[in-house]
């Protein structure tokens, strides 16, 4: 399995050489070329950058960033990107061995600097303040050294899904723009205004989210998953996370026999009326449980992903709305 992989980025590497290097190429008119890990960063990267902007996305709409293997093409487009966005804390484990294939000259950008990361499983974002700071550290140490040789990678228990909070986007919106001028410093200008006019959006998202949840009686507000992606959305709107088949990562093992029987007693004793599937994940074993805890399965949430462009869920914004009304819908039947 490893010599196959080795042998891909060793080809991927042979075709990117003879390849026309374009990067240095700084006409005012010429977008600047930037990698997004996966499609909600790429869209929120879009809504920044406009058309001075020209993103490829790796891990495209309806796909699980967790479980993502790049193809060669891929590894060959990162070489002429002048930025890589992506989300850091764990949450695309592969990146780091693509880029070490692909060496760009590309800065990388994790936008999640300045985000409090919560701890996963936890309920509330005190959490994480004593046992995993030294771990916060030492991944965004990792993430900045060109290359490391150790392979030991926490997949600890820190929750990479922050943008289940519009307001933790306010922050990656400020990262990105940061990253942006820093490259392209001739349209400062339109980055700047188009950051203020999506973060107007963002926080009128927020507020909207707000009102809606206070229509879901209180002792409602539960949520069961298929694995642990609204941790940030639960923390933010009071909703408690009862439980999740899967962990943080899709990429986890299976859960137990054991672990699933507590889990549908779990959902029986404490009377939600629904949980949710995720348009990331196989819905399967959602539904199983569902009809074994004799509560409805709710339509599909946009978690990891966006949607196909002509969905709900084909933009962050977007996917929030569908996802905030299928939520208040189901736990107010
Ligand atoms: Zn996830």
Redesign the pocket.
Known sequence: MKRIGLALFLAAMAVSFTLPQTRNVSAQDEPVRVVATFSILADIVDQVGGDHVDITTLVTPNMD??SFEPSPDQIVGLTDASLIFEIGIDFEPWLERMVDAARPDADRVVVSEGVAVRSAGEDHDDAHDEDDHDENEHEEEQHEEEEHDDDDHHHGPND??IWTNPLNVVIMVENITAALVAVDPAHQADYEANAAAYTGELEALDQWIVEQVETIPPDARKLVTS?D?FGYFADRYGFEIIGTPLG???AASDPSAADIAELIEAIKSTGVPAIFTENVINPDLMEQLAENAGVELAPSLY??ALGEPGTPGDSYLGLMRFNTETIVAALTS
């Open positions: 960033a967790h990479p899904h694995h992606t943080t990562s899709t978690t990891d």
